[in-house]
């Protein structure tokens, strides 16, 4: 059996939604409910603070780069916005991660010199035969 309830809002008595039962706690009132979503909302960025931060920091932190700039760019770091980084996260941080990215940055690029230089004393007959010019031929046979 239905008995009348007390809505949180605006005190008034209300019957509550026969498929809700007890778990309403708001009249259909269209400001109590209102009332009702802004009061939840407002508890679930309480209990969730950074939820929505990585979205709101990305374009703050990333550089935009011209149309015309040549990708991948040289310096992949020149991309981010390291005063953004720095106020976002502090300067000890920013550092640490700027430190971080440089010693990444600099791993990769000597790997990748090291796997170019295996591949050509693994296959050293595949390489290029002779001297070749600025357009890219081979000089004459003597």
């Given at each position: 059996m239905r008995r009348k309830?007390?809505?949180?809002v605006c005190r008034r008595g209300f019957?509550?939604?026969?498929?809700?039962?007890?778990r309403q706690r708001v009249c259909g009132e269209a400001a109590c409910q209102r009332e009702r979503h802004?009061?939840?909302?407002?508890?679930?960025?309480?209990e969730n603070p950074d939820y929505d931060r990585?979205?709101?920091?990305?374009?703050?932190?990333q550089l935009e780069l011209p149309a015309d700039a040549p990708r991948p760019s040289l310096d992949p770091l020149g991309e981010i916005g390291w005063a953004a980084v720095r106020d976002a996260a502090g300067a000890e941080v920013a550092v640490i991660m700027r430190?971080?990215?440089e010693v990444a940055v600099q791993w990769?690029?000597?790997?990748?010199g090291a796997q170019?230089?295996?591949?050509?004393?693994?296959?050293?007959k595949e390489g290029p035969d002779g001297a070749r010019d600025a357009l890219g031929r081979s000089p004459p046979a003597a």
């Open positions: 309830k007390r809505c949180r019957w509550p939604h026969p498929r809700a039962g007890d802004r009061r939840s909302c407002a508890d679930w960025r309480v990585e979205r709101r920091l990305r374009p703050k932190v430190l971080l990215s990769t690029r000597d790997v990748a170019a230089f295996g591949i050509v004393q693994q296959f050293p």
